[in-house]
């Protein structure tokens, strides 16, 4: 393992929703248990729950402004992001609860350091709400899965995994609740793998 030599580890996050796993782990890095500094928050959606997180904390927070497209970013505003994050200082870009398709830009200006969470044992349950897919398909268990992300839909090299059981008389609430207990362990441990320079 080589230790990183240039001190705490800049990481920007891109979330659309209410920032769990940012939240989850800002807690290691303001715990003394994660050598990162969270840099530059971004999200796509103005009122997400993930820039009052920043904010509160003192966080840079900013909001991406797409007009054209729903499910990703057109490739002049992607540059754009790439050109924050890349001013901020980023090295890892940490995607938590982001909901569109990342496209060239960020994947060529970040190559191998753009990293995402999803809540499934992938390859199985690509996509949206995948603890319902889950359900309804009757596995016995399913997950949360950090993957590098490539131009695909959760199709990236897989970084790491944990397992949830699903119960019965679980609802797509609940099991999506207990997923989202492990994706807040999963998800700062997987950033500490980067930290200590494992992850090269
Ligand atoms: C998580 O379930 C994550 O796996 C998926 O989106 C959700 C984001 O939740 N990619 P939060 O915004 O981090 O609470």
Redesign the pocket.
Known sequence: MIPRAMGRLKIGVL??????????ILSEIQAGRLDAEAALVMSDVEGA??LDLARAAGIPAQVIREPKFRTKLSPEVEADVVERLRDAGVELVV?????RMVKAPLLEGFPRRVI????SLLPAFPGLE??RQALEAGAEKTG?TVHFVDSGMDTGEIIAQAEVPVLPGDTAESL?AR??VE?HKLYPSVVARFVSGELP
């Open positions: 979330g659309s929703g209410k920032g769990s796993n940012f939240r989850a729950g993930i995607l938590a609860g982001y909901m995402n969470i999803h809540p995948s603890w949360c999506h997923i989202q994706e």
